[in-house]
């Protein structure tokens, strides 16, 4: 049931649920989710002033995204202060929150044998055929064509051989390039859409940085071929997370307000890529399209897009805005404009660069520099006409005095510090002392 209820621990939230096409899945006995959504919030005894959206990062299923829910939901449950103190700044207060899943897992977790033998378990069972497996799961997860298909069957079966050569082989370059083609992403520099605004990509390139960085990051942990897989991987999800935000995305937060009295306000908060599908459906298709208002607020967690993605001119690319720039522009957040940033960071400060195709790009430039291919997780929200104010993460008592229409990076690396492998402390978010700063975000009248 996609309606779960209150708990002792954390306050109820509604589930809406889609696939890979964007379509909403039928999991509820009495018809679409979104269905009892709007009519929750039409109700004329609905009480609701506040609504809360949601959007998670690269949870590839149902339960993967109800546990992020539930622990996001819970923490800021537990934030008694900020809640009484909303009720002061807004009478009444009374929060509904609704949850989108969206599939996004971005790489499998395969792993290898002695003598490089591949097993890939399937509900915790061995496929009978792990190589068709493994091309299933990555078709996918990155493009199902049947050149992509071979693409993959080539990179594995050259993974057999050797999962750790020195070098790439030809044939395994020449397999990524095909797939990296079939994919079909573009290759438009850092003022391109998000997923399209990529350097290049240099498979050769990606593999010697991932074995580089292999023993402080964890990168090469499931086998060193695959690690470029799984860039790729990475990358198509972002793209995934923009088209799903300006089509699903838009349609259902528009749907939403229209039902909604006009007094209700909208927040919305995302976690990685889920920034990117909250971005764009704030922007609609094209990222030209158009919210019945303006939300109220917007909470950017370990954000994986581009710290250029809400300027009005990119460094790199002179005279062109960043794709989210009408979101300041147009004033479509009425309130403040949050984004986190930690230093702990892997998927965003080194996967986010290997993605754009910048092998051996460090996660941090010289100070007073930033990278050409940054990612707000890591960096924050930077550029021409984002006016960003740059705070440290304060304790659950603080004060940020925030301001309607602002933008802020939070550096929260004394926070968000705990998790290793492949995305380090990328999903560590569910601190007392980040709730706290997402309350008072939620808090600031328009």
Known sequence: MPRYA?????AAYDLVCFDSSGDERINDPNGLM????LRTLAADDSGITDVFLLCHGWMGDVPAARAQYDAWVEVMSKAEADIARMKQVRPGFNAHVVGIHWP????????????????????????????QAMVDDYAARIVDTPEARDAIRRIVVGAMDDVEPDTLSPDVVAAYKQLNREADMGIGGAGAQPGGDRHGFDPEGVYQS???DAPS???FSGGGIFGVLRTLSFWRIKDRARWFGKTAGSTLLARMMQAAPRTMRFHLMGHSFGCIVTAATLVGPKGR????????????????????????????????PGYFNRIIADARVRGPLLATQTVFDSATGRWYPLGAGVAR????????ELPKYGAVGSHGIRGPGTNATDLGILPATGDYGFVPGKVYNLECSE???????RGGAHNDICHPEVAHAVWQAEMVGG
Do not use: H
């Open 289 to 320: 399209g158009r919210v019945p208002r303006p939300v109220d607020s917007l909470a950017l967690v370990q954000g994986a897009l581009s710290i250029w993605a809400f300027c009005d001119d990119i460094p790199a690319a002179p005279g062109q």
């Open 210 to 212: 991932l074995r580089e």
């Open 6 to 10: 209150a708990t002792d621990r954390r």
């Open 104 to 131: 996004s897992l971005p790489w499998g977790d395969e792993s290898f044998g002695e003598g490089g033998s591949i097993s890939v378990p399937i509900d915790g069972v061995a496929a009978a055929d792990p190589v």
């Open 34 to 37: 979104s269905d009892l959504v």
């Open 217 to 219: 990051f964890g990168l």
């Open 361 to 368: 790009q460090v996660a941090f430039a010289a100070p007073g």
């Open 415 to 421: 926070v968000i510090r705990n998790g290793g492998g």
